[in-house]
């Protein structure tokens, strides 16, 4: 099916296939399985795991624009078990953008969760529903979503694929009429290096002798206590009530929680800009052309944020919006149609 400047688009995101493909990529093959982040938050994780999360965070939004260069997205889904909290840290990110998060509960401890058999279900279901369909898009580096994509050709869908570099099938690359690769999306930044330690110095470290001396003084000590403890049990010394008073007058007190420093809001300039510079990379990418129509920019960052509009932003027209970002975008305005292009 020939591509269609109107397109309506369906979006299918295997979500624990690109997250654990991209957290290989940063980190290096089978990291994920070795680290076992699976059962684990940002929050909930240690200051060297939580960054390595951080640097492996997929940017879904980045993802669901490019999807939207290709026409009206008609829907959006993510498959998941969205009760481990790896993948809970991304419902606010995937809420934010209208996706259905799908619920997947694994059959066993160790296997797959479904999702590829329940994504293609899905996916054939809704183009027979929904015969106004033009672009299906499958977020996944799987081979088995193979037999999906040629299924959506023969039925004559444009099929766009996405995956992770180094972890796709060639054979599904084959597959689809287009195929693209995570780190080449505008809006995808490059892999962040890890943060160097540095290795403690020999001096620094306690020298052998030592550590032996006070393991035993500790040891000593620590017999003495228990003695001293004993004794005065047998004694019927109130020491022991004295802690048990303590320890509940300890819980009895009130429990003062810190309240969360509330969050700075976005700059609406700022978040303006990224939208304006991200359609016009999707443009340029997309038409493989110098020079793009102001409303065809217009109505793709439109489709990625429903709620921009530049008169909101203080602007009388798309043209003064553009204008305002010199660094950005030049305006071409020799004729009556208004071109423009990213700087």
């Known amino acids: 099916m020939a591509e269609s400047a109107d397109g309506r688009v369906a979006v299918y995101i295997d979500f624990d296939n690109i997250v654990i493909s991209r957290y290989d990529q940063v ?45 009206t997205l008609v829907l959006t889904r993510a498959y998941a078990d ?25 059959a066993a401890a160790y296997g797959k969760n479904g999702a590829d058999i329940r994504l293609a279900v899905d996916a054939v279901e809704d183009m027979f529903r929904l015969p106004d369909l033009t672009h299906v898009v499958v977020v996944a580096g799987d081979s088995d979503y193979i037999a999906l994509a ?5 039925l004559g869908r444009y099929v766009v694929g996405i995956g992770v570099a180094g972890s796709t099938a060639r054979s599904l690359a ?44 500790a040891k000593a000590q620590t017999k003495k206590e228990k003695g001293e403890q004993q ?7 109130d020491a022991p009530s ?58 793709q ?5 429903p709620s921009f509009s530049e008169k909101a932003l203080g602007y009388r027209s798309f043209s003064e919006f553009i204008k305002s970002r010199p660094s950005i975008a030049e305006l071409d305005e020799s004729s009556t149609a208004r071109f423009v292009r990213l700087v």
């Open 82 to 106: 969205w009760s481990t909290p790896m993948n809970a840290d991304y419902r606010g990110q995937l809420v934010g953008r209208s996706v259905d998060l799908v619920q997947l509960f694994p």
């Open 150 to 154: 040629q299924r959506c050709k023969r």
């Open 242 to 299: 004295k802690k048990r008073g303590s320890r509940q007058a300890q819980a009895s007190a009130p429990v003062i929680e810190e309240e969360p420093e509330p969050e700075t809001p976005e700059d609406p300039q700022e978040i303006a800009t990224s939208l304006l510079e991200r359609a016009l990379r999707l443009g340029h990418e997309r038409d493989d052309a110098e020079w793009l129509h102001s409303s065809q920019v217009k109505t």
């Open 174 to 217: 084959a597959a689809c009429d287009e195929f693209a690769t995570y780190d080449t999306l505008p809006g995808v930044k490059p892999i962040q290096p890890a943060a160097v330690t540095k290795p403690k110095t020999a001096a620094a470290e306690p020298a052998a002798d030592a550590v032996d001396v006070a393991a035993d003084t």
């Open 301 to 305: 960052i439109k489709r990625m944020d």
């Open 27 to 71: 980190h290096g093959r089978n990291q994920y399985q070795r680290d076992k982040v699976k059962g684990l938050s940002v929050a909930d994780a240690d200051e060297e795991l939580a960054d390595k999360l951080a640097r492996a965070t997929v940017d879904i939004g980045a993802v669901i624009d490019f999807a939207s260069s290709f026409g």
């Open 231 to 237: 004794r005065k049990t047998k004694s019927g010394s």
